[in-house]
């Protein structure tokens, strides 16, 4: 029935997590295995594309928060990209903004990446 | 065509499988009685992290719990009355979640509460017949 999906695909050193349909307490375990499989290949730059995803409840939202550290401490960081209004609403309404990056296009997020590892 | 009235139930397993077809339920629900786009959004993710959380903490994981969720929709306020069989928590030991917090700590928990709260007008917790948990979620239709 969950309708859930996540792509992975590299943008040179930073990979980008796709994400589809509906992302709840059924279908989060599946993002955690590639947020895991990320970090066994010391992949911590990371841009998550929303553009189709639906609905994402706290437990989707849990699965950023509790591989974010990792990433950081790592040089790396889990950027948002091509959030719907709806999706956005629910990070805003849980304070993400304040601890996250959100961008309108992936591009936008994976050349601040790139800034950064020139400088 | 709006409803004035609305009555349902729709019982499942404690299954995180089961969230999509209790998303489906409440989401026809809450359009037939008239609810916007936005509106019915709030309420199936409040009613989805009321269910994830029996499932999480009343059954832990085990699937042969039964939720029984009943939505009464009269006089412009639809109340969504979730049941379970589990093991029973004080939610004001829940504390209010603060993403720096979370952050620091690595922690992440009491998301779900906090949304429903936020996503809802009323958010009351009871105990049915001595070892029923029952939260009882509602919103009002408003500029109807």
């Known amino acids: 029935m969950a309708d859930f999906n996540v792509g992975l695909r590299d943008a040179g050193s930073v990979s980008i997590v796709e994400l589809k349909g509906y992302l709840d307490a059924h279908t989060a375990p599946e993002l955690e295995n590639v947020f895991n499989k990320l970090i066994q290949e010391n992949k911590y730059k990371v841009v998550v594309n929303f553009d189709q995803l639906n609905y994402i409840s706290s437990a989707g939202l849990g699965v950023f928060m509790a591989y974010v550290e990792t990433m950081r401490e790592n040089n790396g960081d889990i950027k948002f990209a091509n959030l719907k209004e709806n999706v956005y609403n629910i990070f805003d309404l849980l304070g993400f903004p304040l601890l996250y990056e959100f961008y309108q296009d992936e591009n936008e997020a994976i050349n601040k990446f790139n800034e950064l590892s020139k400088s | ?144």
Not at chain 2, 34 to 56: H, M, P, R, S
């Open chain 2, 1 to 144: 065509m709006k409803k004035n009235r609305l009555q349902k139930q729709l019982k499942v397993y404690s299954s995180t499988e089961n969230l999509a077809k209790v998303r489906k339920f409440v989401k026809e629900s809450a359009f037939e009685c008239g609810f916007g786009e936005d509106e019915v959004e709030q309420i199936t993710l409040a009613v989805d992290e009321a269910c994830t959380n029996i499932i999480k903490h009343a059954y832990r994981y085990s699937p042969e719990g039964v939720i029984d969720i009943k939505i009464i929709f009269i006089d412009d306020k639809f109340t969504v009355t979730i049941t379970d069989e589990g093991n029973g928590f004080d939610p004001n030991l829940i504390p209010i979640p603060d993403i720096q917090e979370f952050y620091k700590q690595k922690k992440v928990g009491g998301l779900g509460i906090y949304l429903m709260k936020k996503l809802m007008d009323e958010v009351i917790y009871s105990v049915e017949d001595n070892r029923k948990n029952r939260v009882t979620l509602v919103k009002y239709l408003k500029n109807s």
